[in-house]
């Protein structure tokens, strides 16, 4: 699986804004999907994951209630939906594949073996 992650851009906070991510390769099936932040100086952190048949969703707490991670498995694409965004949501966002079976704890970062190149979103206040 290969991804390209795609959409950030320059907004001013309370404003919207959807990330994609699109997965090429030879197959999509079974992968567990996520979108992870680094904002300067911090170390990468998680922000959400969707299992392979949607059926669960978890959020980290400072995004909860805000962000919406979904995909459509028919055309290879994960999306997170970012509503009323904040100043400290400025941040280089990475979607991550890994198997489902492979890893055992979708939150951390370094246990996901495929990573999109990142895309910057700068929320101004």
């Known amino acids: 699986v290969q991804l390209q992650a795609s959409g950030g851009g320059l907004v001013q906070a309370g404003d919207s804004l959807r990330l994609s991510c699109a997965a090429s390769?030879?197959?999509?099936?079974?992968?567990?999907m996520a979108w992870f932040r680094q904002a300067p100086g911090k170390e990468r952190e998680f922000v959400a994951f969707?299992?392979?048949?949607?059926?669960?969703?978890s959020y980290s707490d400072p995004v909860k209630g805000r962000f919406t991670i979904s995909r459509d498995n028919t055309k290879k694409m994960v999306y997170l939906q970012m509503n009323s965004l904040k100043s400290e949501d400025t941040a280089v966002y990475y979607c991550?594949?890994?198997?489902?079976?492979?890893?055992?704890?979708?939150?951390?970062?370094?246990?996901?073996?495929?990573w999109g190149q990142g895309t910057l979103v700068t929320v101004s206040s």
């Open positions: 969707i299992t392979w048949s949607a059926g669960t969703t």
């Open positions: 991550a594949a890994a198997h489902t079976r492979s890893i055992d704890n979708y939150r951390v970062a370094h246990l996901y073996p495929k």
């Open positions: 390769g030879r197959t999509f099936i079974g992968y567990v």
